[in-house]
Structure formats: structure tokens, C-alpha cells
């Protein structure tokens, strides 16, 4: 194995390929041309079908997988909105056929692809329901979840997804991109952003967010084998949420005594970051003394997030990243997060 | 001189002490007892009338500034929510009459206090007016806002306030602590937190929201000169909002031809920060690391958050910084980002 990419955006060209996978009282919504109604936030387009060669999984594997060296990747589609989608049904009715769909024509035909279990959150139990559906299926190695939200994920609201994910021995992935759509909060703490460019440069606050939710009411504590990919985000962010978090921490615990670790004991122990989009240090000795702050050796997993590559090749993002570093971020740290699941074969649907 | 504090919350004992400064129209409802109806956010008591001796400006010299060796402190109130208050004419009469109450009070009769022109920014017209009628008061050096905003500060409805800034040469000071208060926006980008460790900890997201809107609204292109002091809230989540937002302005600022220059360069430019309370790291290499990266030799500023000490002594919680920034960050860069003003005299009220 040489490389695994924990991110690759498989598209979807025709929402009518979709559509059979969806339970029939929902069917005429994910049929139309343009596909379902999503949530939109006005920066760019979210979930579009497009007529892409990066919808083909044939075409992926060649001019991507083959032509760069790339062993295994991780499907997370594009429908970043699910989440904040204002039908909870409509959501899980999308999640579900796009889970099957990507299962019958990415996953199974190919040994090169994993999938995600796409699921909604606001609608916690049918989120559980589509776990438990397919958690045993060895073609799927995370769950996903948009990280565009209504409330922070911390909230006990959603600990049954947690319980559902760990029962099968799945990671949870967040990836952002729907944030200000739908019923998501503004996509900052302090307001609606205008451009894309703003808008953009903000997503790492909804990373924040989370974690900072989940660590104060207590979820890894609750379910100590929980781990969580935060996908497309960076990570020199990373440093700032441990030792603001560790500090208060010892001042300000008495609202949460469950909160028995200092934080960044938790954060470094449960999360990992992707690489894809790296932040553009003016230096390179910056990079190297945040991924010692990050314990990247540990935490940090090579993402593509093919096919979006506005801001760069993936592949010279990392050129900073220490030769001591790189075997453990291009292979081995996601061989440790995901497990055997990764290497088994993909089963045909029975 | 040896130390100047530029964030200290003098506090309000009796608002009735207040009240004959604020206009008679709505002077009862800052009279009543408790003070005005004050937005709230559940977390913590923001700008409550409180039997300290910190509300004394003769302790607080005596108890303080002198026995730690001060020689010039800023004072910043407890007002937190101001800006995020529902009914902007009340937001501005308090404003109004604080200022006057902290002129006479406090730093008027004395040479070692500076005034901030406390301004409620959901009714720009109203914040420049007080802007135009404090400015030129040498008892004055900035103009102080709350971080807790209904929208972020680029937003062109605010830029008649950064105007009034430059025409007086007054740096603007932003403080948090009014976060999901009032008419705020939720306190992170996915959500209202739950508790005061969680919230408290978030804070920070406030003010990369408002940097990246003002950076890329332009605010720094169309006012040079603006200076933004950024209080109490900790300096290791700059680096990733530079470098995340400098390598996506490579590629992305085709919607704001105005961002002319790298993202990183405005903000290192216009941008200061404070040292309470500064984040925790487990080691001090990782404290200078940071401090390199955001060029702390002109940006970083000493404060106390006076009487605020939940997270520790302010003097112990700067061992760490190196000693070649030491007389920099205690003394040299206040003078240089304040200017003359700090240092002449205050006059009498004429």
C-alpha cells in the first residue's frame, strides 16, 4: 500500500440513476431533473448533479486511483446540506439511496472504494435505523454526517448516533460544506458571511464548535471508542481549541464533572484531521511545529477531496510534511483509525 | 513606565450612580434597581451592577495599579452585550451615559486611567454621533465594542463607524463576552452552547468571524489607518485563519477584487492581540512557536482583565513569553498602537 485518501468526492450525473433506490412515496422528489429540492446557501452549488467524468467510477479509478499511485479510497460523495435539510424525511430518504446506490455501482464492482453510511441528523433515529441497516456491511467504514448543523453535536440529541457507531466499530466523519444552508446556524458565531471566499475560510469554526460540544457534555467519556474524522478542514486551527479548552478547564469544570480529562487529552485521543486543504504557512518550520502540537504522527490522514482541487494538487499540499511523517499520514495512521474493515473484500449485495 | 494594561473592567456598584448621565427620557429604566433590562445570555452575568471594590476607582489604583507595579491601565467596563441589546435607542443612551460617568469618575480625576468611547454598533448612526462627540477628549483612546454582533463586522452598514475611528485616530477595541446575548447570532457557527465551559471556550470564534468579513469586505483597503485591538480572548487560532485564508485568496478572490494584498498581511497589519488569557500549552516551545507566527514584537499587547481572575494571575500567566518581547508587549506596543494620546493629560470636564 502506498497511499489511502480518506476523502474522495464521488458525484452524482443523474439524479434518475438515484431515484430507484428510493423508497417510492419519496421517489418523484429525487427524480426530477436537478434532483431533490437541497438545501442551498448561496456560496456555491451543494449536492448538484453534474455531468462530470469524477461521476464515472471506472474513469476515477484510472485517471485518478491508478494515475497517481493511489491504493484505497474513502467515498463522502457531495451532499453536505443533508443535515440541515428542512424535511427530516426527505433527508434520510436521499441518505438511504444514496448509501444503496453507492454501494451497488462504486463500492461492490470495485476493490479500490469504501463507502460512508451518509446519514441526517436531525432526525436522530432514522440516523440509527440507517447504522444499524448497513453498519455490519464490510463495503461501509464510516459513518457520515454533514458538519453544517442546527446545534452542536455535543447536544444528548444525537448520542444515539454515537452509541450506533461505536455498536458496529465505525468511525463517525464530518466534512463540511453545507454550513448557512437550510436550518444550519449561521455558518459563523457572528452572523451570515457575504462572499464565498469569506464564507469559505470560516468552515473551520464549525469543527470548533463540535468539538467543543462533544468534549464538554461528555461524549467520549460516555463512549470511550468513538473516534471522529473531521474531513476538509485543516488543522493549525487545532492547537488554539486544546490549550484555551485545557486552561479553563481547570477553572471552570464544576458544570461538567464528567469532563474527568484535561480536553486536549480527549481531543487528541478521539479526532484526526485530513490534510486536504493543508494552510499555506509562509515557512515550512510553522507546518512542522503544528503537527507536533497536533501529534500528527498519530492524528493526521492523507484527503484528496478529489475532485475539487481549486485551491491545489493534494499531493503538493503535503510536500512540507516531514519524510519522518509521511508513511504514517499516507497509509498507516488510516489502517489504524478505520481497521481490518478497510482491507476486507467488498461483498455483492445479497 | 514599566506596565500598561489595556483591558481593565472597571465596574459599574450603583447603576443610580449612573442614571442623572443618561437622558431623562429613558433615565428610569437605567435607575431602576439592578440597572437596565441588560440582554442576557444564560452563561454568566454580563454588565450586572455588582458591591465590588473594583467599582472604586481609588481601591482599584491603590489595590491594583500600584501594588503591581501599573502605571497606566484602559478601561473597558463590563458591558458586554451592548451591541446585541433589542432596542437600539436604549443601547445608545447607556453607552452615552457610561462614557460620561467613566470621564467623571474615573479617569478625570486621575492620571493613571484611559477611557474607552464605548459604542452600541446595531445602530451605526448613533455609535458615530458618540464617536463625534468624544473623540477629540484626550481622556479618551479607543473606541470600544462588544464582539457579540448580530452580523459580522465588515458589513458596509458598520463602516460608517471604522470612518469615524480613522477621523479621530482612535484604534477600535473589540471585546468579548455578550456571545449569543440579546439579538447575537448563536455563540459558535453550529449552535448555541450549553454550559459556561463550553461557551467561554468558543469565544474566540466571534473574532474570526469578524476578521475574515473585515478582511475581505475590504474595511482595510477603504481605512488604512484603522487599527482593531482584539481583547481577552487569546492568540493561538491566528495562525490558521492567516495561512487557511491566504493560500484560499490564491484561488478564490475573484468575488473581492479589493483584497489586494494576502490576508495574512492585513491582519498582521490592522490587527492586535491581548495576553489574558492565554492558552495553556503543555510546553513553552509551542507558546514562543506561535508567537513568532503572529509576529507578537508589534501585536501583541499586555492585559489584565482586571478583576476578572477565574483563569489566573495575569502577570503569571505571561512567564512564558520571552524577555527580548517582554518591555514590547507590556509597554512599547500600547505606546505605539495608542500614540500620544495615552500619555497626555486628562483635562477637566469644560
Redesign the interface.
Known amino acids: 500500500m502506498q497511499v489511502i485518501d480518506v476523502d474522495l468526492h464521488h458525484q452524482i450525473s443523474e439524479w434518475s440513476a438515484v431515484a430507484p433506490y428510493v423508497a417510492s412515496g419519496l421517489r418523484w422528489r429525487v427524480a426530477r431533473p436537478g434532483g431533490p429540492p437541497l438545501a442551498r446557501h448561496g456560496f456555491k452549488k451543494v449536492g448538484a448533479a453534474v455531468a462530470d467524468p469524477a461521476a464515472d467510477p471506472t474513469w476515477v479509478k484510472e485517471h485518478y486511483l491508478d494515475a497517481r499511485g493511489v491504493d484505497l479510497a474513502i467515498l463522502t460523495g457531495s451532499l453536505r446540506s443533508l443535515g440541515v435539510q428542512p424535511n427530516p424525511d426527505l433527508a434520510a430518504a436521499i441518505a438511504r439511496g444514496l448509501n444503496d446506490w453507492t454501494l451497488d455501482n462504486w463500492v461492490r464492482p470495485f476493490n479500490c472504494y469504501k463507502g460512508s453510511i451518509l446519514v441526517a441528523q436531525q432526525d436522530p433515529q432514522q440516523a440509527v435505523a440507517e447504522i444499524d441497516r448497513l453498519g455490519a456491511d464490510p463495503g461501509m467504514v464510516q459513518v457520515l454526517m454533514g458538519?453544517?448543523?442546527?446545534?452542536?453535536?455535543?447536544?444528548r440529541a444525537y448520542h444515539p448516533i454515537y452509541a450506533a457507531c461505536v455498536r458496529y466499530n465505525l468511525p463517525l466523519a464530518l466534512h463540511i460544506g453545507g454550513?448557512g444552508a437550510g436550518i444550519?446556524?449561521?455558518?459563523?458565531?457572528?452572523?451570515?458571511?457575504?462572499?464565498?471566499?469569506?464564507w469559505?475560510?470560516?468552515l473551520?469554526?464549525?469543527y470548533?464548535?463540535?468539538i467543543?460540544?462533544m468534549v464538554?457534555?461528555g461524549v467520549f467519556e460516555r463512549f470511550p471508542t468513538l473516534k471522529v474524522v473531521l474531513c476538509d478542514g485543516?488543522?493549525?486551527?487545532l492547537?488554539?481549541?486544546m490549550?484555551?479548552?485545557?486552561?479553563?478547564?481547570?477553572?471552570?469544570?464544576s458544570?461538567?464533572p464528567w469532563?474527568k480529562l484535561p480536553?486536549?487529552r480527549y481531543i487528541l485521543d478521539h479526532f484526526y484531521l485530513t490534510t486536504y486543504?493543508?494552510?499555506?504557512?509562509?515557512e515550512a518550520k510553522?507546518l512542522h511545529?503544528?503537527l507536533e502540537?497536533i501529534e500528527a504522527e498519530r492524528t493526521l490522514l492523507f484527503s484528496s477531496g478529489y475532485p475539487n482541487w481549486?485551491?491545489?494538487d493534494p499531493f503538493d499540499m503535503i510536500r512540507d510534511v516531514p519524510d519522518a511523517l509521511r508513511r504514517r499520514v499516507m497509509v498507516d495512521n488510516a489502517l489504524a483509525v478505520y481497521g481490518d474493515r478497510l482491507l476486507a473484500p467488498n461483498r455483492p449485495r445479497s
Chains 1, 2 share one sequence.
Do not use: C
Open positions: 458538519s453544517a448543523s442546527e446545534a452542536p453535536l455535543g447536544r454550513e444550519s446556524s449561521p455558518a459563523t458565531a457572528v452572523g451570515h458571511p457575504t462572499t464565498y471566499f469569506e469559505y475560510g470560516s473551520p469554526q464549525s470548533m464548535g463540535h467543543m460540544s464538554t457534555e485543516g488543522v493549525f486551527w492547537p488554539h481549541i490549550w484555551r479548552f485545557d486552561k479553563n478547564w481547570k477553572a471552570q469544570r458544570e461538567t469532563v480536553p486536549s486543504p493543508l494552510e499555506a504557512a509562509p510553522h511545529h503544528v502540537m481549486e485551491l491545489g
